[in-house]
C-alpha cells in the first residue's frame, strides 16, 4: 500500500513525509472521537501535556459532544491541582526550611529576609512542578512518528525503479523532511537525495526570481505564468505542504484509480 501512496504523492509534486503525516493525523482525530477521547491513557498522557494550540483548535471543526467530555475532565483534573497548590501555599510555613536558613547566622539581618524569601521562592517551584507539562502533544507526536516513518519508508523504496522515475521526474522532500531523510541515508541514497534538492531548489529560485522581475513596472506587460505561484510553492519547500482542513489530502490513493494493492 506505501508504494502506490508515495507514487501517488511524488507524481503530484508532494513532499510524502508531509502527507504521510497529515493523513495520519486524520487517523488520529477519527480515533480519539471514537474512541481515545475517554480512554484512561489517552487521558493520563493530556493530564501530562495537553494539545498545544494548534491541535487544540483544530478540535473545534470535530464532533462536539467528545471534546467537551475531553475537557470537562481535564477541567475537573485541574481544578484538583489548582486546590492542592492554594492548601500548599497556605501552608507553606510548617514546611521544613532550606539547608542554608538553617544556619544560625541566617537568624541575623538581612540574612534572616534572604533567608525567608529563597525559601518561598523554591517552595514555590516546587509546587507548581506537578502543574508543568510533561508530556508532548498527541497529535505533534503522531506527525512526528509518522513523518519519521514515511522518510525511512521512502528511502527504502528508492531503490524501486518506478518510484525511482517518479521521484526524478516530480518527487522532492520538504526542507525539514529533506534533513531528516539525510540523517536516514546511506552515503550514496544521500548524495542522490541532495542532488535531486539543488535541481528542485534551482526551479524553485528560477521561479522567485521571474516573480520578482514581473513584478518591476518596466516587465509588468508580460504575460503572467506558472511563476506567480513561485512564492508559495518557497513556502512549501521550506515550511512543508499546506494543511488541507477539507481532508482531501488525505484521501486514500486508492480512490484515484488505484486499487490499494502494492505491485
Excluded at 487517523?27 to 471514537?34: D, M, S
Excluded at 539547608?99 to 521562592?121: A, G, M, Q, V
Excluded at 506527525?143 to 528508492?158: D, N, Q
Aim: one cysteine or more; charged letters at 25%; hydrophobic letters at 35%.
Amino acid at each position: 500500500m506505501f508504494k502506490k501512496q508515495l507514487l501517488f504523492y511524488l507524481e503530484r509534486g508532494e513532499c510524502p513525509a508531509c502527507r504521510f503525516a497529515e493523513e495520519s493525523t486524520e487517523v488520529f482525530y477519527r480515533w480519539f472521537l471514537l474512541e481515545y477521547y475517554y480512554s484512561g491513557p489517552m487521558l493520563s498522557s493530556l493530564v501530562e501535556g495537553g494539545f498545544c494550540h494548534r491541535h487544540a483548535w483544530e478540535l473545534e471543526k470535530r464532533q462536539a459532544i467528545q471534546v467537551s467530555s475531553t475537557f470537562e475532565w481535564l477541567a475537573r483534573d485541574l481544578s484538583q491541582k489548582l486546590n492542592r497548590l492554594l492548601s500548599e501555599t497556605k501552608g507553606r510555613p510548617a514546611q521544613r526550611p532550606p539547608e542554608l536558613c538553617l544556619n544560625p547566622i541566617s537568624r541575623i539581618w538581612p540574612f534572616s529576609w534572604l533567608c525567608r524569601i529563597f525559601h518561598r521562592k523554591r517552595s514555590s517551584l516546587r509546587a507548581l512542578a506537578f502543574l508543568q507539562r510533561k508530556e508532548p502533544c498527541p497529535v505533534c507526536e503522531t506527525i512526528r512518528a509518522s513523518s519519521a516513518e514515511a522518510v525511512t519508508l521512502l528511502i527504502k523504496w528508492l531503490h524501486d525503479p518506478e518510484v525511482k522515475a517518479a521521484y526524478d521526474q516530480s518527487g522532492y522532500l520538504c526542507h525539514e523532511h529533506f534533513l531528516l531523510a539525510l540523517k536516514k541515508a546511506p552515503p550514496d541514497l544521500s548524495a542522490y537525495l541532495t542532488e535531486r534538492q539543488l535541481r528542485n531548489l534551482a526551479g524553485l529560485i528560477a521561479g522567485l526570481t521571474e516573480y520578482s522581475r514581473k513584478r518591476d513596472y518596466r516587465f509588468a506587460h508580460e504575460p503572467r505564468g506558472v511563476e506567480q505561484l513561485a512564492w508559495q510553492q518557497a513556502i512549501r519547500f521550506f515550511a512543508g505542504e499546506k494543511v488541507r482542513s477539507d481532508g482531501t489530502s488525505a484521501k486514500n490513493p486508492g480512490q484515484d484509480g488505484y486499487d490499494g494493492q502494492d505491485g
